[in-house]
C-alpha cells in the first residue's frame, strides 16, 4: 500500500538535486518508528540508482555509548554482506598494511594498555576511509533510526565522522519524535514530519489488511476514521480488535450498516488493545506477553527457533508483523524483533500476568543456554515462580558476562547483584558465591564504585579457601587499591604493610604491593618515601611477567622524572624498561618511547640506528598510530642528516597511504615537511605545490602556526628561485606573528632568511640588523640547526663585508659542529671554496670546490652543483685557463638546465633565467 506518496516525491526531488559529491541529511520525524522504517526503506528502494545503501544503526535499542563501541561498528561493518568489498579495499594496500588492519580489527584493544586512545582514534580514522572507498560511485545511505535527544560522544563522533570530512559524499537518513535538535554540518538537509493518512489512504490501508469489498472498506473507513486520528497503527489495531470480528463470513458479502453505525468503538488505546487481546489466541498473548517484558529485542532467527518450540507456525509472525503487534528491527546486518509501540508494550506487561509468558519463557530460556551471542538477551530478571530460580541464576550470570563485554556494565551490575540475593535460594544451580565476587569487585572497580567494590574484594576474600594463598593475596592487593582510590590512606596502609613483609608471599604480590605503598606515600606527599618503594618494586620487576604492572610503574616514574626535568634519569628509566622488555610489544613501545626521548634531546645521531631498527624489525606488531609515528620520525631524521631522497620516500609512502594518516592536522603537517624536503633537493614547483596545499589546509582548520611555518618555508623557495618580492612578502610576516606570539622557533629562521634576501638586494648594513636579531634569540634558547644557520649566514655577511677571515674562522668552526649532518658539510665546503676564491688562492679553493662537487653530484643536489661549477667556471677566468673555463661552464649549464628541468613551471623557470646569479653566470661565458 502506497502512503505518503507527497513526501516521497519530496525526497525523491531533493536526492537528485543533492547530486554525488555532496553530504547531506534527511530527518524522519514520526511518533510511529515502523512508518518512519517504512517510509526510509522505501525512499532507498526508489532511489537505488543514486545512493549505496551501507549500514542501519538502531539508536533506540543498541546506543552509542562508549567509544569502544565505534570500534565494533568497524568491525562489524567490514564483515557481514560488506566483507567481498572489504577485502578488496585491504587488497590496495601493502601486505604489512593488510596485516596491521586485520590484527587491529581480531584484537580488543579496550584490553590493551597504552594503544586504548591511539585505537580508538584510528578505528574512526579506518571506517572513514573505508567509507570513502564504499562511496565512490555512489553516495553513501547511512540510516540512523530513533535519533535520541542525547549527549553522546561516540554518537558525536560517527555523526563528525560522517559530515566533516568534505570528500565523503555521505545520505545520512534519521528518524526520530521530534525535530532534529543535533548540531550538524551537512551541506543540505531536509525535514520531513509524516503527517496522518488521508481517508483515502486510510481505506487503502483497511483494503489492504481486510479480505473485504472496497464497499465494506469505505464503509469501515468512514466509521474509524475520525476517531482513529488517521494514525495507521491505530487502524490496524482497531481492524482487529473491532471490524474483523464483525465482517460476513463471505468475503464479498456487504456488511450491515445499521449494524455498523451501532458498532461503538474507542478511540482509547487501552480499550482496543484489550479487545484485540481478548480476541487472540492463548500461545500468540503468551509470546506477545513475552516480548512485552523483555528490555532486548531478540535476534530473529532465535525467534523463529522460538515459535517452533511452541509450535507456532511462521505464518503466525507473519500476520502479527502485517499488523504491527511486532516489528523487525535492523542493526548493521543483524536482524531482531520486538515491540517497537511503547503504549502497546506498557499495556501488554501491565495487563498480562508474568505466567501467560511463563511458558514461552522456559523455552527462550532453553534455547538461550550455551547460546555464543555478541549482544545480550536478558530474561533471567523475568522468572517469578521459586521453581525457576535456579535457571534464573544460571542465565543470570551468562547475561552478565555477555552485557559487561558489550560495554553495558551497569546493566551487568543489575544481574550480579540479582545473583547476591538469590543464590543461596536457587539449589545449587547457577555460579558460586565466589564466581559472583570474582566478577562482581572488578566490575565495580572499573564503574568507580569503590566502596561497593571494596566489600566485594573483602567478601570474596573471606569465603575463599585458606590454601588459595596467592590469590587471597592478590584480592587483598585489590582491595588496598580501592582504598588508595578512596583516600583511605591509613586502611591502605595496613594492608599492605603486611603483604609486603611476609616473607612467604611471591615475588609478583611483593612488587605489586611496594607500587601501591609508593602511590600511597607519594599521595600523602612523601616523595622520597615513595621513590624508595617505586625503586624495591622495580628491582624485582622483571622477574614478574605482567605487562599491566611493568606499564604501571613505568608511567609512575616517567611523570616523576618528567616532572623533576632530570633528563638522565628519564634516559636510564628508559633503557631499564627496554633491556627488561619481556614481549616484543613492550619492547617496541620502549623503543619509540626512547627515540622521542633522543629526538627531543636533539640526540639525533642516537635516534636514527633505533628508529631504523624499529621500522625494519617490528613493523608486524605496531598500532597503526605507532606505525605512522615511527615512519615520521624516521623522516625526520633523514632530513636532519641531509639524507633527502630517503626522507622524501618515507614522507610520499605516508601520504600515499590515506590509512596511516587519521586526521587533516596529520595530513598538514606531512605536506609541509614534503615541501621542505622537495626545496633541499632543488625541487621548487614541487615544494610550492606542496607548501601551498598544507596552507591551504591550514588556514581551513585554523591551524595559524602551521600557517606560518609554510609560508616562511615558501618564502625561501622563492628567496632560492630569485623572487625577491614574493619571498619578502612571507618572510616579514612570519617574523612579525613570531615577534607577536614570541616564537623563536619561527623568529630565529625568519630573520635569518630576511638577512640572506637583504644580502641578495645588496644591502649588507641591513642583512646585518636582521642577524643580530637571529643571535638574540639563539643566545637565549636556539637548538643546534639555528646555530649552524646562523653560521652559514653570517659568514656570507662577513665576505659581503669583506673580512674574509673572520668568514673563515667562521667556517672552521661551523665545520667541526655539523659533522655528520651532509647539508652543512656539503654548504661548508661551497662557502670555504668561494672564499678561498675571493682570496685569489685557487689550489685551495678548487680542492674545496671540487669536494663539494662530488657530495653535490652523490646526493643529487642541482643548486649545489651549479653553485660549485659557477665558483670553478669564475677562478678558471681568473687563472685564463680556457680549458678548465669551457669545461667548468659547460657544466655548470648542464647543472642549471638539469635545477630547471626539476622546477617544472615555465614562469619559475624564467625567474631562474633572469636571475642575478644566472646573469652574473652568462656574463662570464
Not at 445499521?258 to 509470546?287: G, M
Not at 535457571?391 to 543489575?414: H, P, V
Not at 622524501?648 to 587519521?662: G, K, V, Y
Not at 595559524?704 to 616579514?732: D, F, K, S
Request: with cysteine; glycine share 4%; hydrophobic share 40%.
Amino acid at each position: 500500500m502506497l502512503t505518503h506518496a507527497k513526501e516521497l516525491k519530496r525526497v525523491s526531488e531533493f536526492i537528485a538535486e543533492c547530486g554525488s559529491d555532496n553530504r547531506s541529511w534527511i530527518h524522519i520525524r514520526s511518533a510511529d518508528r515502523h512508518a518512519a522504517r517504512r517510509f526510509i526503506a522505501k525512499t532507498l528502494d526508489d532511489n537505488t540508482e543514486e545512493i549505496s545503501e551501507l549500514l542501519t544503526v538502531n539508536l533506540a535499542h543498541r546506543p552509542l555509548q562508549r567509544q569502544e563501541d565505534l570500534i565494533r561498528l568497524l568491525k562489524d561493518m567490514t564483515g557481514g554482506r560488506h566483507q567481498s568489498f572489504f577485502a578488496q579495499f585491504l587488497a590496495r594496500y601493502p601486505r604489512r598494511i593488510r596485516q596491521m588492519a586485520s590484527q587491529f580489527l581480531a584484537s580488543d584493544l579496550t584490553d590493551k594498555q597504552h594503544e586504548q586512545a591511539a585505537g580508538d582514534h584510528w578505528a574512526v580514522h579506518f571506517l572513514k576511509c573505508f567509507l570513502y572507498e564504499y562511496g565512490k560511485k555512489r553516495p553513501l545511505g547511512i540510516i540512523l533510526e530513533n535519533l535520541p535527544h542525547m549527549d553522546s560522544k561516540p554518537l558525536k563522533s560517527l555523526l563528525d565522522m560522517l559530515l566533516a570530512e568534505p570528500h565523503l559524499p555521505v545520505m545520512v537518513f534519521s528518524s526520530g519524535e521530534e525535530e532534529l535538535d543535533i548540531a550538524i554540518e551537512a551541506e543540505q538537509k531536509l525535514e520531513i514530519h509524516l503527517r496522518k493518512l488521508s481517508v483515502r489512504e486510510a481505506e487503502a490501508l483497511v483494503v489492504d489488511q481486510l479480505d473485504t469489498t472496497e464497499i465494506n472498506a469505505r464503509l469501515i473507513t468512514n466509521h474509524l476514521f475520525v476517531k482513529s486520528r488517521g494514525d495507521a497503527r491505530t487502524i490496524k489495531f482497531m481492524l482487529k480488535a473491532f471490524y474483523e470480528p464483525f465482517l460476513p463470513s463471505d468475503s464479498e458479502q456487504l456488511l450491515d450498516s445499521k449494524a455498523l453505525t451501532a458498532l461503538k468503538i474507542s478511540e482509547n488505546p487501552e480499550n482496543f488493545f484489550q479487545s484485540l487481546i481478548d480476541e487472540l489466541p492463548e500461545k500468540t498473548v503468551d509470546v506477545l506477553s513475552l516480548l512485552s517484558r523483555l528490555e532486548d529485542p531478540l535476534p530473529l532467527p532465535l525467534f523463529e527457533s522460538l515459535l517452533k518450540r511452541l509450535k507456532l507456525p511462521r505464518s503466525a509472525a507473519g500476520d502479527w508483523l502485517t499488523s504491527d503487534w511486532i516489528n523487525i528491527i535492523k542493526h548493521l546486518d543483524s536482524e531482531y524483533v520486538c515491540i517497537d509501540w511503547p503504549l502497546f508494550k506498557d499495556f501488554l506487561r501491565q495487563n498480562t500476568s508474568v505466567e501467560r509468558a511463563r511458558n514461552a519463557l522456559q523455552e527462550l530460556a532453553a534455547l538461550l543456554e550455551g547460546d555464543d551471542r555478541n549482544q545480550p538477551v536478558v530474561i533471567s530478571n523475568q522468572f517469578s515462580n521459586p521453581d525457576d530460580l535456579g535457571i534464573a541464576c544460571q542465565l543470570a550470570f551468562s547475561e552478565a558476562q555477555t552485557l559487561a563485554a558489550s560495554g553495558a556494565n551497569y546493566r551487568a551490575l543489575d544481574r550480579l547483584g540479582f545473583l547476591r540475593r538469590n543464590l543461596s535460594r536457587s539449589n545449587g544451580k547457577g555460579p558460586t558465591q565466589i564466581e559472583v565476587l570474582e566478577m562482581l569487585g572488578p566490575l565495580q572497580k572499573t564503574c568507580g564504585l569503590y566502596e561497593n567494590a571494596f566489600e566485594s574484594f573483602r567478601e570474596w576474600r573471606e569465603l575463599m579457601p585458606k590454601k588459595e594463598r596467592d590469590q587471597w593475596n592478590d584480592v587483598s592487593l585489590e582491595m588496598a587499591d580501592v582504598l588508595l582510590r578512596m583516600d583511605a590512606l591509613a586502611e591502605a596502609r595496613y594492608l599492605i604493610q603486611e603483604l609486603r613483609i611476609r616473607e612467604s608471599n611471591s615475588i609478583r604480590v611483593k612488587v605489586y604491593a611496594n607500587i601501591l605503598m609508593g602511590e600511597l606515600e607519594q599521595n600523602s606527599g612523601h616523595a622520597e618515601y615513595a621513590l624508595k618503594y617505586y625503586r624495591i618494586a622495580r628491582a624485582d620487576l622483571s622477574n614478574v611477567a605482567e605487562p599491566a604492572l611493568t606499564f604501571r610503574l613505568y608511567d609512575i616514574l616517567k611523570d616523576i622524572h618528567v616532572n623533576a626535568d632530570d633528563r638522565p634519569a628519564q634516559e636510564a628509566l628508559m633503557d631499564g624498561f627496554l633491556a627488561e622488555a619481556a614481549d616484543d610489544h613492550a619492547r617496541a613501545y620502549f623503543q619509540v618511547e626512547l627515540v622521542r626521548f633522543y629526538m627531543n634531546e636533539g640526540r639525533f645521531e642516537e635516534a636514527l640506528p633505533l628508529a631504523i631498527s624499529l621500522f625494519r624489525s617490528h613493523r608486524g606488531i605496531y598500532s597503526p598510530a605507532a606505525a605512522n609515528q615511527i615512519r615520521l620520525y624516521l623522516a625526520e631524521l633523514y632530513a636532519y642528516f641531509g639524507k633527502w631522497y630517503l626522507s622524501r620516500s618515507h614522507l610520499q609512502e605516508l601520504l600515499a597511504t590515506d590509512l596511516l594518516i587519521p586526521g587533516a592536522r596529520t595530513r598538514l603537517n606531512l605536506m609541509l615537511s614534503l615541501g621542505i624536503v622537495e626545496k633541499e633537493l632543488g625541487r621548487y614547483r614541487a615544494a610550492l605545490d606542496h607548501l601551498q596545499e598544507a596552507q591551504r589546509s591550514a588556514r581551513d582548520h585554523h591551524a595559524v602556526r602551521e600557517m606560518y611555518q609554510c609560508r616562511i618555508h615558501t618564502g625561501h623557495t622563492y628567496l632560492l628561485i630569485h623572487n625577491p618580492i614574493r619571498a619578502r612578502e612571507h618572510l616579514l610576516a612570519t617574523l612579525e606573528w613570531a615577534e607577536n606570539s614570541d616564537d623563536d622557533e619561527l623568529r630565529i629562521p625568519a630573520a635569518l632568511f630576511l638577512s640572506s634576501y637583504e644580502l641578495h638586494r645588496k644591502r649588507v648594513k641591513a642583512a646585518g640588523k636582521y642577524l643580530e636579531q637571529a643571535k638574540v634569540g639563539i643566545d637565549l634558547g636556539g637548538n643546534r640547526i639555528d646555530r649552524l644557520n646562523y653560521a652559514y649566514y653570517f659568514a656570507q655577511f662577513k665576505v659581503a663585508e669583506g673580512e674574509f677571515d673572520v668568514a673563515l674562522e667562521t667556517i672552521e668552526d661551523w665545520q667541526k659542529d655539523s659533522t655528520g649532518i651532509i647539508k652543512y658539510e656539503n654548504m661548508s665546503l661551497w662557502l670555504l671554496g668561494r672564499i678561498y676564491g675571493l682570496q685569489k688562492d685557487p689550489k685551495k679553493a678548487e680542492k674545496a670546490l671540487l669536494k663539494a662537487l662530488e657530495r653535490s653530484l652523490h646526493y643529487k643536489t642541482p643548486h649545489l652543483e651549479f653553485q660549485v661549477c659557477k665558483e670553478l667556471t669564475l677562478i678558471a677566468h681568473q687563472r685564463g685557463d680556457m680549458d678548465a673555463f669551457v669545461k667548468w661552464s659547460g657544466r655548470a649549464e648542464d647543472a642549471f638546465r638539469k635545477l630547471a628541468d626539476t622546477i617544472d613551471d615555465e614562469i619559475l623557470h624564467r625567474q631562474l633565467q633572469e636571475s642575478n646569479e644566472y646573469e652574473e653566470f652568462r656574463k662570464l661565458r
